[in-house]
Nanobody, 117 residues
């Protein structure tokens, strides 16, 4: 089992920045890919960014150049630096981990990001 706890959400004005953190605990040795997903009201959850254990990153087009995902394996923590935030970035942001050979999914409970115009 893996436990994921997000922090760092809040209210920010458009153009501002926030940094989200995801602390992992439990059987973290088996984590392969970690990522951030988000779900806006009335919309489906979508992938924002992900990072492999080796540090390879991938972003959805709408956040490229504005968001940066990183991972500190020594601290068992993943981050999402979000710059130039837009009202359309408002959503609950979820931490995700893919674990083991079967790619078992683990999710955090989410942290709310609200961007005001």
């Amino acid at each position: 089992q893996v436990q994921l706890v997000e922090s760092g959400g809040g209210l920010v004005q458009a153009g501002g920045s926030l940094r989200l953190s995801c602390a992992a605990s439990g059987s973290i040795w088996g984590i392969n890919v970690m990522g951030w997903h988000r779900q806006a009201p009335g919309k489906q959850r979508e992938l924002v960014a992900r990072i492999t254990s080796g540090g390879t990153t991938d972003y959805t087009d709408i956040v490229k150049g504005r968001f940066t995902i990183s991972r500190n394996n020594a601290r068992n923590t993943m981050y999402l630096q979000m710059n130039d935030l837009k009202p359309e970035d408002t959503a609950v942001y979820y931490c995700h981990a893919e674990w083991g050979a079967r790619g078992t999914d683990f999710w955090g409970k989410g942290t709310l990001v609200t961007v005001s115009s």
